[in-house]
């Protein structure tokens, strides 16, 4: 797998990233505070006084500023400065989102290291291969989720009554593929076993052409599986696997035309 090396494929990839990271922490905004139950230690967060930790106009001005700086880093002002200062603030941030919202949060785990590998960009790190470390993170998103759903529940994980229970609790009321899922147990199989696929082989993702784009096709049915059923907003993801993985093979093609 080959990246472009000119400036402006970079600049794009910069630019995608800061914003996916800036709809992110907007996102959070919005979430349902937590207003009682038992405190656990899920973050960095957990170890503040609980008054620090649950304070909601506390966490609400850190995710702000962590905008405001990341605004600044995307138009360059100080983009050494902006770049250290938006990442502590969205730890900061995401940590204190963690421990009041009531479900785990996966999304902010790959564009928080995304983010810190811009940073080291910055400082002229990583500048020979910066996209292989890019690419790494995002693969590793797919990669560890599907290996671990194996190392706790081994190949029975893909049973098809799991994901018929989560599906009835957790998925959204007008979805379509919740009531195929609900009305047919090995519809619910069929599709544990695809994404069990997917994730525990996305590391093909750097493999020849012709498996990278069965592997791209699946995510991105993957993704639109998951906000037909959810609404959980994980196509930031799909955008940088496609930037990653399918643009470059688009870029190829367009110059060699033009050649």
């Known amino acids: 797998m080959k990246w472009p090396t000119n400036e402006k494929y970079f600049e794009g990839f910069r630019v995608l990233t800061i914003l996916s990271a800036i709809a992110l922490l907007f996102d959070q905004l919005f979430i349902p505070w937590r207003s009682d139950g038992e405190i656990r230690v899920v973050s960095f967060a957990g170890w503040l006084p609980e008054n620090i930790m649950s304070s909601h106009p506390l966490f609400q001005a850190i995710t702000l500023a962590a905008i405001l700086s990341a605004i600044l880093w995307l138009f360059k002002f100080k983009p050494r400065l902006a770049s250290?200062?938006?990442?502590?603030?969205?730890?900061?941030?995401?940590?204190?989102?963690?421990?009041?919202?009531?479900?785990?949060?996966?999304?902010?785990?790959?564009?928080?290291?995304?983010?810190?590998?811009?940073?080291?960009?910055?400082?002229?790190?990583?500048v020979n291969y910066f996209f292989q470390v890019a690419a790494s993170i995002t693969?590793?998103?797919?990669?560890?989720?599907?290996?671990?759903?194996?190392?706790?529940?081994?190949?029975?994980?893909?049973?098809?009554?799991?994901?018929?229970?989560?599906?009835?609790?957790?998925?959204?009321?007008?979805?379509?593929l919740r009531d195929l899922i609900l009305q047919n147990v090995d519809v619910a199989r069929f599709l544990q076993a695809g994404i069990l696929l997917l994730e525990c082989g996305s590391f093909l993702l750097f493999g020849p052409r012709w498996l990278r784009r069965i592997w791209i096709l699946g995510l991105i049915g993957f993704h639109i599986g998951i906000e037909e059923i959810f609404g959980y907003r994980y196509?930031?993801?799909?955008?940088v696997v496609l930037y990653l993985f399918a643009l470059?093979?688009?870029?190829k093609e367009s110059n060699d035309k033009t050649a």
Request: glycine content about 6%.
């Open 139 to 176: 693969v590793s998103f797919y990669f560890l989720a599907g290996w671990e759903k194996i190392f706790f529940s081994g190949l029975s994980w893909v049973n098809g009554t799991s994901l018929q229970i989560f599906v009835h609790y957790t998925g959204r009321g007008k979805s379509l």
């Open 84 to 126: 250290v200062l938006t990442i502590i603030l969205f730890i900061f941030s995401t940590s204190l989102y963690l421990q009041n919202e009531p479900f785990g949060d996966h999304r902010q785990s790959v564009f928080c290291l995304l983010l810190m590998a811009l940073a080291a960009r910055e400082y002229r790190l990583l």
């Open 248 to 251: 470059p093979e688009w870029v």
């Open 235 to 239: 196509f930031l993801h799909l955008f």
